[in-house]
């Protein structure tokens, strides 16, 4: 049949969308649109004494490591997975052999057979097997001097009881739990919970509005909701209970009815009395958790059991359920952690993420704890009260291994450098950069500055959908090049693809796939398993396909150049642009919209909105107010457009396919590079456009 992009020349029209959508963006991918691209830079050299240090020492170990991982995967995983707890073990020969992803449906599977359980491997062995009294989490509050720790002991002993409490309430093997909580450390007890219990978590992120939590309750039917009563962000209050009780509400009108809505009293933000209350479904979790026994019996579970769902944007309106299992997950996010940081038990680690994106679940949460870490868990804004707060608080629990995302960079370096360098930082060891291309000069300012020029910074790349850091720099192993992450983790085959799906050799640019699988790969998407087939391994026959364009340098360096399908990347969240169209179309006034991604000094990429009114609706403010607050309202305000740009007339092909690759150069103002718009079927739709620019 060919491949559905050399289809596409042939005229066909029958064409999976995933192929029609990658094609257009083929042209962003080669001229490399996007802020990283500073291959002028000299490499910047470890040193000696850091590389001696290290776990990985050198490009030949780490070569060597990683021919073993591509020629003997099952070996080479199985014996890193013997450092775990298994109740039963796999059979060595067929564990991992279902990840042929040429072969008709795809279905991975590793260690299957085993049984497991994360949350002892993450706890209890730690306490068993090392030492209890180490601080698993330091929590810092929004407001600086309010702060909290646990230990292993204390974080088994919680993690038990709530387990106990979810038992009790009728929360078994296989259930689904969501988690509406921001940065407490209530939010890693109840994730470690539920997969102590076998239940499955879906955490949704605390700033995603009461629609994206209905829509999100609604597709996996949780029996019991966890939640707090109000969170404070920097100077601001968020009632999440409210929110939960407006998603209930709809989900309940649409036949999904959730039993139970246990909320944490977070007294720093609300007292008890002021929260609404609905008799019957709401329990606070500080009347009933305390009071269950801190003893709770592992649930064993198959190494191919589900540990949870994350939703995330795609090129669809609907936001996909990445499913992640057990056993491979556990290995994989251990191993990245540990060799992606160059972790050693004396580190303090802190993660600026949110336990609500899949950094959170990977690199707060899993793959830290189950290797013993001390996590500093923060709770407010890296700027809050003042542009030091980060430095702060590395100085405060004496960081070492500090991972943030490169729009905190820019905008911490926009306050200048006198708010950094007014801390010791001392502790800090290595850096680490996750979420979106880092550009040269923010990598620069976060080596020198914030590391004076002696730590690593590994800039990982890699998905919701990966589980878990692919490609990466091992910190002083090898030279790092400014906006490059370098080379693949072991275990991980990357290629880069042409249009029509040849893989590509040496210097070159185009899409990057992933060959074969790997331990922390997502195994479906949550009840579309055929969605998952067509989205990531239709596209390029074979391969895993990331969504993404990547460059390769000559020295083999991997350059990514962000995303090439309608997704957006705004501060590191990921946004799909049928999601905020389908929006902002939802307004009475709003006729049709196209949003694009556009460079964004800070935020990397900002939203563009094109709207067409309703005829006979005039433009204003406040309309244009409205629009944006109705986008705030369905997803959350992260996803809010930064512009609002009239259209009396959106540009479209005479099929009536609205050309975006138009819509991005008249975003960015690149006019004079719009290209052939003699197949739009109004090509003066254009000129209006343009001479709306400035309104
Ligand atoms: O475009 C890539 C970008 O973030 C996307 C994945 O987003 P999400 O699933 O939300 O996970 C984010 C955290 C892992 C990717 O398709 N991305 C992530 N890390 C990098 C990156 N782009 C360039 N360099 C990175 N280090």
Not at 55 to 84: H, K
Not at 151 to 160: A, G, I, N, P, Q
Not at 260 to 276: H, I, P, V
Not at 314 to 323: E, I
Request: negative net charge; contains cysteine; hydrophobic residues 35%.
């Amino acid at each position: 049949a060919g491949h559905p992009l050399r289809r596409r020349a042939d005229g066909m029209s029958q064409l999976p969308s995933a192929a029609r959508r990658i094609a257009h963006h083929l042209n962003a991918v080669v001229r490399g649109d996007s802020l990283a691209s500073g291959e002028s830079d000299p490499a910047v050299v470890p040193s000696p004494l850091f590389s001696q240090r290290a776990l990985v020492s050198s490009l030949d170990q780490y070569r060597e490591m990683y021919r073993r991982s591509i020629e003997d995967p099952a070996g080479f995983w199985s014996e890193i997975a013997t450092q775990f707890y298994w109740k039963e073990t796999w059979d060595p020969e067929v564990y991992a052999e279902n990840i042929d992803v040429r072969k008709g449906a795809v279905s991975i599977e590793w260690f299957k057979g085993a049984k497991t359980n994360i949350c002892y491997n993450a706890v209890d062995r730690n306490v068993e097997g090392r030492d209890g009294g180490k601080v698993a989490l330091y929590w810092e509050g929004n407001e600086p001097g309010l702060d909290g720790r646990l230990t292993y002991s204390e974080l088994l002993d919680r993690v038990c009881q709530l387990a106990n409490y979810l038992k009790h309430v009728g929360v078994g093997k296989g259930d689904a739990v969501v988690i509406y909580l921001p940065m407490l450390m209530e939010l890693p007890i109840a994730m470690l919970a539920c997969a102590r219990i076998g239940a499955v978590h879906s955490v949704v992120f605390a700033g995603f509005s009461a629609e994206s939590l209905t829509q999100r309750i609604a597709d996996c039917r949780p029996k019991v909701v966890l939640t707090c009563n109000a969170v404070q962000r920097g100077s601001k209050t968020i009632f999440l209970k409210d929110i939960v009780d407006t998603a209930l509400g709809e989900c309940a009108k649409d036949g999904v009815h959730v039993g139970l809505c246990l909320t944490y009293e977070n007294l720093s933000a609300m007292k008890r009395d002021d929260t609404k209350w609905q008799e019957g479904r709401d329990v606070w979790w500080q009347d009933v958790v305390p009071n269950f026994p801190t003893k709770c019996e592992v649930e064993w579970v198959d190494a191919e059991d589900p540990l949870f769902l994350l939703y995330t944007s795609g090129s669809t309106g609907k936001p996909k359920g990445v499913l992640h299992t057990t056993g491979g997950y556990m290995v994989y996010t251990a191993t990245t952690f540990k060799y992606a940081f160059d972790y050693k038990p004396t580190d303090i680690y802190w993660c600026t993420a949110d336990c609500g994106w899949i950094t959170g679940h990977s690199y707060i949460t899993y793959g830290p704890l189950l290797n013993g870490a001390t996590v500093v868990v923060y709770e407010g804004a890296p700027n809050y009260p003042d542009p030091g707060r980060s430095w702060d608080i590395v100085d405060k629990y004496k960081v070492t291994i500090f991972y943030t995302a490169p729009t905190l960079i820019r905008s911490l370096m926009r306050d200048g450098d006198d708010y950094v360098t007014r801390y010791s930082r001392k502790s800090l060891r290595v850096l680490g950069s996750v979420g979106e291309p880092i550009n040269p000069s923010a990598w620069r300012w976060f080596f020198n500055v914030v590391g004076d020029s002696r730590c690593p910074i590994s800039d990982t790349w890699w998905q919701t959908e990966t589980g878990g850091i692919m490609i990466t720099p091992l910190p002083g192993a090898w030279p790092q090049k400014p906006g490059s992450a370098t080379f693949p983790f072991f275990g991980v085959q990357p290629v880069i693809v042409d249009e029509k799906g040849n893989e590509l050799e040496g210097e070159c640019s185009g899409y990057l796939c992933i060959k074969k699988s790997w331990p922390g790969a997502f195994r479906t998407l949550y009840g579309d398993h055929e969605r998952y087939e067509t989205t990531y391994f239709k596209p390029f026959a074979g391969y895993y396909f990331s969504g993404d364009g990547c460059r390769r340098d000559k020295d083999g360096y991997h350059w990514l150049t962000g995303r090439v399908d309608d997704v957006i990347n705004v501060s590191g969240h990921r946004i799909g642009t049928a999601e905020v169209e389908s929006a902002l179309v939802s307004h009475a006034q709003c006729a049709e919209a196209a949003v694009v991604g556009v460079e964004h000094e800070v935020k990397g990429q900002g939203i563009y909105a094109f709207v067409t009114l309703v005829e006979g609706v005039p433009y204003s403010e406040e309309l244009r107010k409205s629009l944006i607050l109705t986008v705030r309202n369905q997803i959350g305000a992260f996803a809010a457009p930064d512009k609002i740009h009239w259209a009396p007339g959106l540009p479209k092909t005479r099929s009536g396919k609205i050309m975006r690759r138009i819509l991005r150069k008249i975003a960015s103002r690149q006019l004079n590079e719009l290209g052939d718009t003699s197949t739009l079927s109004d090509p003066t739709v254009v000129d209006q456009l343009i001479a709306l620019s400035d309104h």
